[in-house]
């Protein structure tokens, strides 16, 4: 297992639209396993493929976050929304590629999610509550959509403004 290194913005791979999977291999198991190890090293709660530099439609999750609970490792390769509640819930999102910042985004408060698994079996799976949030999040990774898009144009352009000096100043040294 490796620790990969997580882009932030505004890396402009960050914005692209990922490719699906043809199929799903065993030597993939290395990039599962990887992105899984750089999504607990970090530590969050998900990580997708562009994330590390990959435009493949990708995605590690694991919700649990208590110390005492069991690791419940999840992947999703080329995951497709299927099915969206009505009803809407709020959750303060925060992103591996937009440290330290926190903000308020509404979803779907349930969502049915079709993929492969890791051995590449179909599958599907019914979401909510943070596991809705964080599959619908990671997902739009995959279309090159951050969480600052649901938010306020004004507070997005603050944000990335701000990210984008940083990297200025890093370049210049
Ligand atoms: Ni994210």
Same mark, same amino acid.
């Given at each position: 297992?490796?620790?990969?290194?997580?882009?932030?913005?505004?890396?402009?791979?960050?914005?692209?639209?990922?490719?699906?999977?043809?199929?799903?291999?065993?030597?993939?198991?290395?990039?599962?396993?990887?992105?899984?190890?750089?999504?607990?090293?970090?530590?969050?709660?998900?990580?997708?493929?562009?994330?590390?530099?990959?435009?493949?439609?990708?995605?590690?999750?694991?919700?649990?976050?208590?110390?005492?609970?069991?690791?419940?490792?999840?992947?999703?390769?080329?995951?497709?929304?299927?099915?969206?509640?009505?009803?809407?819930?709020?959750?303060?999102?925060?992103?591996?590629?937009?440290?330290?910042?926190?903000?308020?985004?509404?979803?779907?408060?349930?969502?049915?999610?079709?993929?492969?698994?890791?051995?590449?079996? &179909?599958?599907?799976?019914?979401?909510?509550?943070?596991?809705?949030?964080?599959?619908? &999040?990671?997902?739009? &990774?995959?279309?090159?959509?951050?969480?600052?898009? &649901?938010?306020? +144009?004004? +507070?997005?352009?603050?944000?990335? +403004?701000?990210?984008? +000096?940083?990297?200025?100043?890093?370049?210049?040294?």
């Amino acid at each position: 297992m490796a620790l990969r290194d997580i882009l932030v913005i505004p890396d402009p791979v960050l914005r692209k639209v990922c490719e699906p999977l043809a199929e799903v291999t065993p030597e993939m198991g290395t990039l599962f396993d990887d992105m899984l190890a750089t999504m607990y090293d970090a530590p969050g709660i998900g990580l997708a493929a562009p994330q590390i530099g990959l435009l493949q439609r990708v995605v590690a999750i694991d919700i649990t976050k208590d110390e005492d609970v069991d690791k419940d490792p999840m992947i999703f390769v080329n995951p497709e929304i299927t099915w969206e509640s009505d009803e809407l819930a709020d959750y303060e999102e925060g992103c591996l590629s937009i440290p330290e910042v926190f903000e308020t985004v509404t979803r779907p408060a349930q969502v049915t999610v079709s993929y492969l698994d890791r051995e590449g079996k &179909h599958s599907s799976l019914d979401c909510d509550g943070l596991l809705a949030v964080c599959i619908q &999040h990671e997902i739009d &990774h995959l279309n090159g959509v951050l969480f600052i898009d &649901h938010i306020s +144009k004004l +507070k997005r352009d603050r944000i990335v +403004k701000k990210f984008s +000096k940083a990297r200025r100043l890093a370049e210049t040294g």
